[in-house]
């Protein structure tokens, strides 16, 4: 029973760190991608044709929404991580009796906590902004749900092997940031020239886009099942991988 | 009380009267413990050692002898290479072994973002407390540290001794029966140092068992019942003062010391 008490109060610390820090946590990624919607949607919106039946402007909202859930969930679990590591309070979640997957549910909250709110409040505006409808809820909340698992493990393990600060930022941009960009965020890749829709069809974050832009628009360029199977099929394995590091004590123990 | 000096306890045996006369399951046992690091490093090798239920032991030996990777080794801090730790009886690997263990490690490591009042709560809430009765431990370690001005302040802006308290209170926060003190008075002014010396007095004589390493030869004489003396990763001798003093033909601990560690 005490193990759930545990659970309980390193997610609540986790969430506090989100809420202490909510100017770097909340605010700022919200404020870029509202620049993102607006200067790509509202400006070039105009004079983009339409992405199939959907007006350019409507049609790039589910993908920056998701790229910052994502972007946000790995962040936070690799920054929070490396820095319990870092200034070693990790031991006190170590040495108490908590289970190894409650210390890994633990965090993994603390990623959907802030990758929730900003992706709440991002919606919000987008539908103030502009009529972005919400057609499939139930799809959408499966995909943001398995997304954000998928990223903020990911955080989580890159947060326990990173040896400085540069590590953990080095991912974000060097392969979540690129992967985002031509995973079919700003433009149908039907529209990509051969090979490079066939080379799309291999980034994971293509299938998440798509999971998500169908949750919001009802239509995307793959298989619903197809998109929300490829995410579900890389977000267990990273969740794995990050509850065998703190069962194991690989790299977060000496 | 003369308690005959054993490099070695066979496995099950009591390794001291004070041991025999309680009955209890040691509070701390060590068998055949060794951590070997990534790196090669021998930290501990083919240890024993057996702390007594409510004994005042204290560990001694240079830098790098091996005092830390023993108590990382009990507290779930490292992975052990080889060997068995018990608390009160039970395998560290049952979870609630850890409920009775109170660390205070060598380095200060605080929550940068908890002031001094939640450090406490959450620690009680990963340790399992109920909130009611964390809330009122916690405001009892704050009046007994002497925190109070501090309880609404971030541990990164306190100072170096108020750092020391709040490290020492949050161990002390879960009531544990086992707790483990590595150097807790290393760059700690004297006067903070005697209050450490009789609030730790006082939990003993409540019945808490001490773990407490110490460079401070002084400070093992006046506190421990019983020392143990390591180097190189391994114990060389284990017993009272006055005991370490006759077997080694020595006047004082100092000289037990330089003895031993001269090998
Ligand atoms: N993470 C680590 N990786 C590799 N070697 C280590 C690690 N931690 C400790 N050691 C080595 O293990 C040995 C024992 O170190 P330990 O910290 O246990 O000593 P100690 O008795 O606590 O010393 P001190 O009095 O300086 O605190 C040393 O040789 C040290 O270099
Ligand atoms: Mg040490």
């Given at each position: 029973m005490t193990g759930y008490r545990g659970l309980l109060w390193l997610a609540r610390r986790e969430t506090l760190r989100v809420s202490k820090l909510w100017t770097q946590t909340i605010l700022a990624p919200v404020v870029s991608s509202i620049l993102f919607i607006l200067v790509f949607?509202?400006?070039?919106g105009d004079r983009i044709r339409n992405v199939g039946t959907v007006e350019y402007d409507v049609f790039i909202v589910p993908g920056l929404i998701t790229m910052a859930m994502v972007q946000a969930a790995y962040a936070n679990n690799a920054s929070t991580i490396f820095q319990a590591r870092y200034d070693r309070y990790l031991n006190d979640i170590l040495s108490s009796p908590m289970h190894p997957w409650q210390m890994t549910l633990g965090f993994l909250i603390g990623g959907l906590y802030r990758a929730f709110t900003i992706g709440l409040a991002l919606f919000a505006l987008a539908v103030a902004l502009i009529a972005v409808p919400v057609e499939r809820p139930v799809a959408l909340i499966a995909a943001v749900s398995l997304g954000l698992v998928l990223f903020a493990s990911l955080g989580t393990v890159v947060g326990i092997f990173a040896d400085s600060w540069d590590h953990t930022t080095f991912i974000a941009n060097i392969v979540i940031l690129p992967l985002a960009f031509v995973g079919g965020v700003f433009y149908s890749?039907?529209?990509?020239p051969s090979p490079w829709e066939e080379i799309?069809?291999?980034?994971p974050l293509f299938y998440l886009v798509q999971a998500i832009r169908f949750g919001f628009?009802?239509?995307?360029?793959?298989s619903i099942w197809l998109a929300l199977g490829v995410t579900a099929a890389l977000a267990v394995p990273a969740y794995l991988w990050a509850q065998w590091l703190f069962s194991s004590g690989r790299k977060l123990k000496a | 009380m003369a308690v005959g000096l054993r490099r070695r306890s066979p496995r099950?045996?009591?390794?001291?009267l004070i041991e025999v006369f309680r009955?209890?399951?040691?509070?701390l046992e060590l068998r055949g413990l060794t951590k070997r690091y990534d790196?090669?490093?021998?930290?501990?090798?083919?240890f024993d050692l057996s702390v007594p239920d409510g004994a005042f032991f204290g560990l001694l030996g240079p830098n790098g002898a091996g005092k830390t990777t023993l108590i990382s080794a009990v507290c779930n801090l490292i992975r052990i290479t080889a060997g068995e730790v018990l608390v009160f009886g039970e395998?560290?690997?049952?979870?609630?072994t850890r409920r009775w263990i109170g660390l205070a490690e060598q380095d200060i490591n605080l929550?940068?973002?908890?002031t001094v009042r939640e450090t406490l709560l959450y620690h009680g809430g990963y340790f399992g407390m109920e909130r009611a009765d964390a809330e009122g431990r916690a405001d009892e370690m704050i009046d007994l540290f002497e925190l109070g001005a501090k309880?609404?302040?971030?541990?990164?802006?306190?100072s170096g001794g108020q750092r020391r308290r709040l490290l020492l209170a949050r161990a002390l926060m879960h009531r544990p029966r086992l707790i483990i003190l590595d150097?807790?008075?290393?760059?700690?002014?004297f006067e903070l140092r005697q209050e450490l010396w009789s609030t730790i007095r006082r939990l003993h004589a409540d019945g808490t068992t001490i773990l407490l390493t110490t460079h401070y030869l002084e400070e093992a004489e006046v506190l421990c019942e019983e020392i143990a003396l390591i180097r190189g990763g391994r114990l060389i001798a284990r017993d009272s003062a006055d005991g370490l003093r006759r077997h080694f033909g020595a006047d004082t601990l100092q000289g037990v010391y330089v003895k031993a560690m001269a090998g």
């Open positions: 949607g509202l400006s070039l890749i039907d529209l990509l799309s069809h291999f980034n628009l009802g239509e995307s360029d793959v | 099950g045996a009591p390794s001291s009955g209890d399951p040691p509070a790196d090669g490093t021998l930290g501990v090798e083919r395998p560290t690997s049952s979870l609630r929550d940068r973002f908890l309880a609404g302040v971030v541990a990164p802006k306190l150097e807790p008075t290393a760059g700690v002014d």
